[in-house]
């Protein structure tokens, strides 16, 4: 069967649901005209007949029209949430949230939160997931029950992920496991080993993601949730993948797309094709990975993944730039486009306070018996004190420990570490010529003198800062005699860029460089080389910036 044609069937079942949606949407406006029993009924009627709903739902003559609106909004705010229909979702679920409150029923208004907070993370809107999110785990908090808990803090979890903060995630992820245990919740202890399986996979931590992937594995197997099992196997392939265990990762890829197609599951579908395209282009079949590939990006652009969609970009530009150069500049454009656009710092720096300020509501409610007087607040306030001094001694003591390890194999790996740093000025790169021109917003005919002058001064300045080991955007705009505002706004003026997003660029294009024409050069002198004092996240930047890492970079230019 070609790609086109299971790309067909996977899009036929996505029609086979819009179908079944148009009638949904005919009650739906059905009921918003006269928000009766009668209607309601009909409502849930389709619903129970689509097995949407657990049980029938029906109510009796004479319930409020406000019981009604609630019960079928916050109901068809799930509906078009399960049909990846998020715009509608997030309307519902804003109309039903009020309603939800009013009743005084803390597990609906927390079922309502968590619903708008799953919502939001699929419109990558971090900073209102965080807020109903945030909502619902102080419902769930107050109601002491740790099923309700562990979803919460499920919720954050994928939040963290969706805003790249996988650490802030992993610590989420870690407490929902413990409570979905106390709760003894399968299908929940499911769901959170599967999202502890992508967290430690963005961590770079595959054994741990395959590990906690297989766990997810087995307990939907158990449960009888094929579907849901189906997923688990993406993520086991994709932990393999990265584990070298190409093999392996193959059969479970392959076991586990069909059923993606036949569920109709469109979105782990497509990141289970963009695996199987990274399983094919390790087995050096390229036209094979741009089959998987493009069915990916058919399904990613009708989701409007622009997340996904940029690592299909990137696996297309992967595929095709032997066979067809042309075809692979424009996949890489579009990666790069995309990569602009999905990462929003403000969101970030707003998650962050939310982080703070979550942690410390958190200790204000478990400290709040102890708070019962200012005596008892001054007591714990002076022990805090005394602990973070204690804390602090500890942590200077075991940092000074770590730094001392740390400069002996600094010393080790940096013996010609100034011998290595000459040679590389003498090679007359002229590649960052090349980046402030072709990484530009403007046009080239668009750049005015002072542009040019500005971008050369940067990218002179950030050569400058590497080479002496050391690099920010602060210490950048500082010797630019510009306030890190300023820089910001010229940065993004001219190419498009934040000033961070333009030094890795720069950074990462120094170190495939020296892969390419230093391959005496072991990974940790070109991490020092770029300003890396630490290998993993050398390799980390890599493996974001160009899909590979520098070893299988290496590889692979070496096969070539």
Not at 190 to 208: C, I, P
Not at 517 to 530: D, F, G, K, R, W
């Amino acid at each position: 069967m070609t790609s086109r044609r299971v790309t067909s069937l996977a899009l036929c079942c996505f029609m086979a649901m819009t179908a079944m949606a148009a009638g949904f949407d005919q009650l739906l406006s059905q009921f918003n005209g006269n928000p009766q029993v009668a209607s309601a009924n009909a409502f849930f009627r389709q619903l129970d007949k689509e097995q949407f709903t657990d049980v029938p739902i029906q109510f009796a003559p004479g319930v409020h029209p406000d019981t009604l609106k609630q019960q079928v909004w916050y109901w068809a705010a799930e509906y078009f949430y399960d049909r990846q229909d998020y715009k509608n979702a997030v309307s519902y679920g804003l109309k039903a949230l009020p309603l939800c409150k009013t009743g005084n029923n803390r597990v609906v208004e927390g079922d309502c939160e968590n619903l708008l907070a799953v919502i939001y993370i699929r419109l990558a809107d971090y900073q209102n997931a965080a807020r109903h999110a945030k909502v619902c785990y102080e419902l769930d908090q107050r109601s002491g029950d740790p099923d309700a808990m562990s979803s919460s803090l499920n919720t954050l979890a994928a939040i963290y992920m969706g805003a790249r903060q996988p650490k802030e995630a992993e610590k989420y992820v870690l407490r929902g496991l413990e409570m979905s245990k106390k709760a003894n919740n399968p299908t929940r202890l499911a769901v959170l080993n599967g999202m502890a399986s992508e967290v430690y996979h963005t961590l770079g931590d595959e054994q741990k993601s395959l590990d906690y992937a297989r766990t997810a594995y087995d307990l939907e197997m158990q449960q009888g949730r094929k579907d849901k099992a189906a997923m688990r196997q993406a993520q086991m392939g994709a932990a393999l993948l990265w584990l070298g265990r190409t093999d392996e990762a193959k059969a479970a890829l392959l076991q586990a797309i069909p059923q993606l197609r036949a569920d109709g599951n469109l979105q782990s579908l497509g990141i289970a094709c963009n695996q199987m395209g990274g399983v094919m282009l390790a087995e050096k079949n390229p036209a094979a990975a741009v089959k998987y590939y493009q069915e990916a990006a058919q399904i990613f652009v009708k989701l409007k993944d622009y997340y996904n969609e940029s690592h299909t970009r990137l696996g297309l530009y992967n595929a095709l730039k032997e066979s067809n150069p042309q075809a692979a500049m424009t996949e890489m454009e579009r990666y790069k486009a995309l990569k602009d656009s999905i990462y929003d710092s403000e969101a970030a720096e707003s998650l962050g306070k939310f982080s703070a300020e979550y942690a410390n509501e958190e200790l204000l409610l478990e400290n709040a018996a102890e708070r019962a007087s200012r005596r008892n607040t001054i007591i714990v306030g002076v022990i805090v004190a005394l602990v973070l001094l204690a804390l602090a001694a500890v942590i200077w003591w075991v940092m000074r420990r770590r730094n001392h390890r740390q400069s002996a194999i600094n010393q080790e790996l940096s013996a010609n570490i100034d011998e290595l740093r000459e040679k590389y000025k003498q090679l007359h790169i002229n590649y960052d010529n090349a980046l402030a021109s072709t990484r530009s917003a403007k046009k080239e005919d668009e750049l005015t003198d002072a542009d040019r002058v500005f971008l050369q001064n940067m990218v002179n300045t950030i050569n400058d800062q590497i080479n002496a080991g050391q690099i920010d955007a602060s210490t950048v705009a500082e010797r630019l005699h510009l306030s890190p505002y300023q820089l910001r706004q010229r940065i993004s003026s001219i190419t498009g860029e934040t000033p961070q997003s333009f030094i890795q660029m720069v950074r990462m294009r120094r170190a495939r460089h020296l892969l390419d024409n230093q391959p005496e050069l072991t990974i940790a002198e070109v991490a020092q080389l770029c300003a890396y004092t630490d290998t993993p996240n050398f390799t980390r930047a890599f493996k974001n910036a160009f899909g590979l890492t520098p070893s299988q970079y290496q590889s692979k230019t070496g096969d070539n």
